[in-house]
């Protein structure tokens, strides 16, 4: 055999070689589950990053999401997204890398989602979309535009006495029982937006279906994208149903449409923090109290996405 035909065959044998190194898994690093308590885990085994998501495994083999809230010396806390169920001593934790994603699309209009963006109406499934992150992006100064034209909500007393500017932010303040829900319907009906967001956090589940039948007309609802994480949901679940809606009215604004969100309630939103702190061993006091309080205002609220842009508002 002679030289160049031997260094043709073994060239080609390592090109074969090294491509078969592609089907070759690759050693992934897992931590392990050593404790439930509540709806608390923790996990150690690995180097876990503050809320990053996790893949915990149960005894039937399927894996529930989970999320790093917390961590003391070498020991993760983590909190389930969904119900737990099937979990066992020393059960695989695997991290996951990049940001909490969601793809989001026209096909939202019109249907009635989880906070994992997944349809839980009689409607067919919803696939494709573009994919954003659900982690707050801060807003360029200069593109944003000054609250100068009213905002016609379609209530008299409002709108004569208490006037609401185009990318304003406004709180519903009041007492149980005393009408809030009902005023917020009333705006949801005769406000004139190319796109409605509406949050329901936290409320019973029957109040979901009322405020859809009572509050939203055929034609309101068609433009409607209702968000619900009902107060049976985990306190993870809530939290990341109010950054979808958020992020679901950002991303129709930067298409140039006006949008109108709504939530329902900011003190669910504030006590599920509080459920997450309490579970991390923090005391019920006057200053956790305050402390989870103001949490509820982060700065993705106060600046992002109930703002006017250079596209819509």
């Keep these: 055999m002679s030289k160049a035909l031997a260094h043709e065959l073994l060239s080609e044998r390592m090109s074969e070689a090294i491509a078969s190194l592609d089907s070759v898994p690759i050693a992934r690093v897992t931590g392990r589950l050593i404790k439930v308590n509540g709806l608390m885990l923790q996990a150690v085994g690995c180097r876990f990053k503050l809320e990053q998501r996790c893949l915990v495994e149960t005894a039937e083999g399927d894996m529930i999401e989970a999320q790093v809230v917390g961590f003391e010396h070498n020991v993760a806390f983590l909190m389930p997204i969904r119900r737990l169920g099937g979990l066992f001593a020393g059960a695989k934790v695997i991290p996951l890398e990049g940001d909490s994603t969601v793809q989001i699309s026209s096909q939202w209009l019109g249907r009635v989602?989880?906070?994992?963006?997944?349809?839980i109406d009689d409607g067919p499934e919803i696939k494709g979309g573009e994919r954003v992150s659900l982690e707050p992006k801060s807003i360029n100064p200069l593109k944003r535009r000054p609250v100068d034209s009213p905002l016609d909500v379609g209530v008299r007393a409002i709108n004569g006495l208490l006037t609401?500017?185009?990318?304003?932010r406004i709180g519903l303040m009041a007492g149980s029982g005393v009408g809030k829900s009902v005023l917020m319907g009333m705006i949801t009906k005769n406000t004139e937006a190319d796109v409605?967001?509406?949050g329901l956090i936290g409320e019973r589940g029957r109040e979901v279906r009322e405020f859809i039948e009572r509050n939203?007309?055929?034609?309101?609802?068609?433009?409607a994208i209702v968000i619900a994480a009902p107060a049976d949901e985990s306190p993870l679940m809530r939290l990341r149903a109010t950054l979808l809606c958020h992020?679901?009215?950002?991303y129709f604004r930067d298409q140039g449409k006006d949008v109108l969100m709504l939530?329902?309630?900011?003190t669910r939103y504030a006590m599920a923090q509080r459920e997450i702190a309490l579970s991390l061993g923090e005391r019920l006091h006057l200053v956790v109290?305050?402390?989870?309080y103001s949490a509820c205002y982060p700065s993705y609220w106060k600046e992002?996405?109930?703002v006017k842009t250079k596209k819509g508002a």
Excluded: C, F, H, Y
């Design 216 to 223: 939203l007309t055929p034609d309101a609802r068609k433009k």
């Design 304 to 306: 992002r996405e109930m």
């Design 113 to 119: 989602l989880n906070g994992q963006g997944e349809a």
């Design 247 to 250: 992020r679901a009215a950002e």
């Design 196 to 198: 409605i967001v509406v």
């Design 263 to 266: 939530m329902d309630s900011l």
């Design 164 to 168: 609401i500017g185009k990318g304003q």
């Design 289 to 292: 109290i305050r402390r989870r």
